[in-house]
């Protein structure tokens, strides 16, 4: 069974500074691998999504993950953040074969942003 | 694309009431999920419609719960006899058969509290 390990339950950063969100995945094969973020009040919004190609993958809102199979990781990665990045945010995997035509995702447990101003 | 909407986006009740939750996906999208989360922890899958076919279902669906898809469009999903670890927000998500069918589009929640 597939699984998704964010080993990190909340993180504070300053308004401005770079930001890391560690996303460790368990699976057989490569995984459809994505990251999602839920603002208090707020629906699960897509930043990106990683399928395959080019390891490094752009996203909305400044956000970028860089897959690495070597190491199973797949970390979120922002240069500067703002105070409105603040928000949980979640890895997620699916797997690439699905014999019901379903793509359901596992998601792991989140990473809670706080940003100081 | 006026996104997913979900009624109620709260819902109290107590112990042992059914409650009975809607989801509207995406107009196109024939693929519609339930998920469920808990506080301190991420979505878990429940359930999964293709068109108006329950095609999936997590074992965490115990048989108090029931979705349907009557013609492919709207969904409900109904609780019966509620338990406090029925707490929790329900989240429905759909995506379509343009774009990539990983892409789920997730509409706000229904929030239960189960008292």
């Known amino acids: 069974a597939q699984s998704v390990t964010q080993p990190d339950i909340h993180i504070t950063v300053s308004e401005g500074a770079s930001l890391e969100l560690r996303c460790n995945y368990s699976y057989g094969a490569t995984p459809y691998l994505f990251w999602y973020v839920q603002s208090p009040g707020q629906g699960l919004q897509l930043l990106l999504k990683y399928f395959s190609g080019d390891t490094l993958v752009q996203g909305i809102k400044g956000f970028e993950a860089e897959f690495k199979r070597s190491q199973s990781s797949f970390n979120l990665r922002k240069p500067s953040v703002h105070w409105s990045d603040a928000a949980e945010y979640f890895c997620?995997?699916?797997?690439?074969?699905?014999?019901?035509?379903?793509?359901?995702?596992?998601f792991g447990k989140g990473t809670k942003l706080s940003v100081i101003p | 694309d006026t996104g997913v909407s979900q009624d109620p986006r709260h819902k109290i009740t107590k112990r042992g009431q059914n409650v009975t939750f809607r989801c509207d996906p995406i107009s196109e999208h024939n693929r519609l999920y339930w998920y469920r989360q808990t506080l301190g922890q991420g979505p878990e899958f429940l359930t999964y419609f293709q068109n108006e076919a329950q095609l999936e279902k997590s074992r965490l669906l115990s048989d108090r719960f029931s979705a349907e898809r009557p013609k492919g469009s709207f969904s409900t999903l109904e609780i019966q006899r509620t338990e406090q670890g029925d707490s929790a927000m329900y989240l429905c998500?759909?995506?379509?058969?343009?774009?990539?069918?990983?892409?789920?589009?997730f509409g706000n929640g229904t929030r239960l509290t189960v008292t």
């Open positions: 998500a759909s995506s379509g058969v343009r774009g990539n069918p990983f892409t789920l589009h």
């Open positions: 997620v995997s699916s797997m690439r074969d699905s014999g019901a035509g379903s793509y359901q995702l596992t």
